[in-house]
């Protein structure tokens, strides 16, 4: 049976499994969630302190060494307890609601599960392969200290948003918002953003979201993504031993 790619279909039945998005972002400083991560961290051994101790040339304990499969992925999803405090949100710097997208995959929802990521994180794939998830959300999953360990989270994150990939589904705004050339003047006026690091890339979407149209990102490097994309660049020129 064919999956349907038609964007209203998808919304109407794939999505009325699950909770729908929130219409707006949920927003907390970045300060209160270091405070509200260590109310929650069960990963007391990991932090910025370990840092100081442990050089972190040729450490790369935090590579992920493989990708969760559709059966992984289900697996891990089922293990989430959906906790009424849940932790891992409060300990997240983006906001995730991780509780949510990890019920879209249980549900074999995928693409109920990238909307809630993407919503609230544009770079939901990158953040899902390199984010230091130790220290944030997985350091306070309730799981921590049982016998399979703490819920995958990224590598779960990872799982969905590729899926969504290769699902090929065009962008459209969203339809409850005024068409384009409905909007104020001020819509038009030119907008700069200095480095195309994450927070520019991330700053422009919500901007183009919202229906701003003359967006511009300067950067003076030959690459974009800033640190993310030049740790994925190190990573892949590394000269790794061939698998046996």
Sequence with gaps: MELSKHLPDIENTRLALNPRTLNYASVVPTPKTKVLRGHFKRSRDKGCSTCKAEPLSNNFVDIKHTTL?????LREAFRCLKCADAPCQRSCPTQLDIKSFITSIANKNYYGSAKAILSDNPLGLTCGMVCPTSDLCVGGCNLYASEEGPINIGGLQQFAVE?????????IR???LPPLDQLPESYQAKIALIGCGPASISCATFLARLGYSNLTIHEKQDYIGGLRLRLAVALERMDLPASP
Excluded: I, N, T
Aim: aromatic share 6%; proline share 12%; net charge neutral.
């Design 69 to 73: 499969s559709e059966r992984g992925a």
């Design 174 to 176: 969203d339809p409850s």
């Design 163 to 171: 899926v969504f990939k290769d699902m090929r589904l065009p962008q």
